[in-house]
């Protein structure tokens, strides 16, 4: 890693506003390198990792609930990817009152000896709303530096400092930036109506997004992570909204009839979209602004619920044009069509991996009757069942790097927000809110660093 020179400025998302923090990169061994952590393997190892306390950087006086604010914000960001193995830091070969946090004083052969692979330390100085912040990873077996950042901002910044540097230690260990800088919209009906609301990526901040009054569902992010489309009965006939998620722009798609199930096309302005206006629900192309390109389907039975492989060139979607719902892909240039389900009476609420060639969707099995969620891959097309003996599993989204999977399932009474790894591990509740949660949409990388 190379040397900075000097400050930069770059900006960060915080829940309401951008924020800017100056970021500067601490000196590390060149060519570091961790083992690559692939996150397509289905039995991933677990990485265990060791994250210290973090330390006062001066001596200055600084309050300790800050520190351990810090550090178990880091750790909770960390452990919520699924890669790793959190030590307990009751076990720690370390004396408190002298920790250690640069690799020159670091005895590694304490850290290996519990079993730690990797090593996060980190420091905060504050003055006045101000703070600094220094955070390394390092591997214990070589005992280098993989990752160091050094950050300036304000207290009311850390969540976001801390979701910063994740990004970059996913990114040294997997290759890809993974989701600390996505959000999720979902369907809450808190408010007494299904109401759209958007959190992090990790349930946090949750805020309203619509006061309809009416029934908002199916929310759909642009690949840019500008736009949000979703479909709302405020206007007493189903039509897709399509609305600027940090601004005041919008557009109405009422057409005749029913205008449903919006899905964004990657890397344009354009969306697919199940419309009536033809007497049957078609699938469409239409622009951002709502102006139709093309009819895309074309069958006597009712085709919904479109998602995008990752390329553009295809669209999956539900048909019941083999009796019951199932999944279909078609080729956008040949329009050449295939089913792709063919276990389950209704399999429904397909949605496309961003980084693969697998869709995952819901289905309900004839020998339960209950909905679950299945993966299948477009190779063999063999299902896979991740959820199953608890309650109703349904609306699947992926997250931006195709790791996890989030779903909305009744096994706790009431629906609420799920998150899994794409093999069905680690599945646990997203966040509480009062009503029932459901209809989830991961959004892409909405960072700007």
Known sequence: MKKANCMRRSI??????????????????????????????????????????????????????NLLQTTQQLTDMLNFTGYFQMLDREAFLVDPLKPAVKAADINF??????????????GMAKSGEMIDLEFRLFDTFSGKQLVGKRY??????????????????????????????SKIAFVSTGSGSKELYLCDFDGFNPEKFTAHKSISIF?????????????????????????QVNGNGRVVIDKKGTNMTPAWAPGRFELAASLSVSGDQEIYLLTGKGKIIKRITRNWAADLSPT???????????????????????????????????????????KWSPVGNRIVYTGTTFETGLSDIFLIDMEDLEPVRLTGDAGNNESPDWSPDGSLIVFSSTREGPSRLYVMTTYGT????????????????????????
Not at 29 to 58: G, W
Not at 163 to 180: A, H, I, K, P, S
Not at 219 to 243: E, Q, V
């Open 219 to 243: 929310p759909a992010w642009s690949s840019d992570g500008k736009w949000l489309a979703y479909t709302t009965y405020a206007n007493n006939k189903p039509d897709i909204f399509i609305r």
């Open 152 to 181: 300036n901002g304000k207290m009311t910044d850390l969540r976001s400092i801390i979701r910063r540097f994740c990004t970059e230690v996913v990114l040294q260990l997997t290759g890809n930036r993974g989701v600390f800088g």
């Open 12 to 65: 960060i998302p915080t829940a309401a506003l951008w924020v800017a923090v100056a970021v500067a990169v601490l000196a590390s061994p060149a060519a570091a390198q961790y083992e690559y952590i692939d996150i397509n393997k289905p039995f991933l190892r677990k990485i265990p990792m060791a994250i210290q306390e973090c330390v006062p950087l001066n001596d200055q006086p600084i309050v300790q609930e």
């Open 109 to 122: 052969a304490n850290w290996t000896t519990i079993g730690a692979e990797l090593l996060i330390t980190g």
């Open 308 to 350: 995008w492989s990752p390329d553009g060139k295809k669209i999956a979607f539900v048909s019941s044009r083999s009796g019951s719902p199932q999944i279909y892909v078609q080729e956008l240039d040949s329009g050449r069509v295939e089913r792709v389900t063919f276990e389950g009476n209704y399999n429904t609420q397909p």
């Open 426 to 449: 680690d599945q646990r509740r997203l966040l509480s809110l009062p009503g029932e949660q459901s209809n989830p949409g991961w959004s892409p990388d909405l960072s700007n660093y």
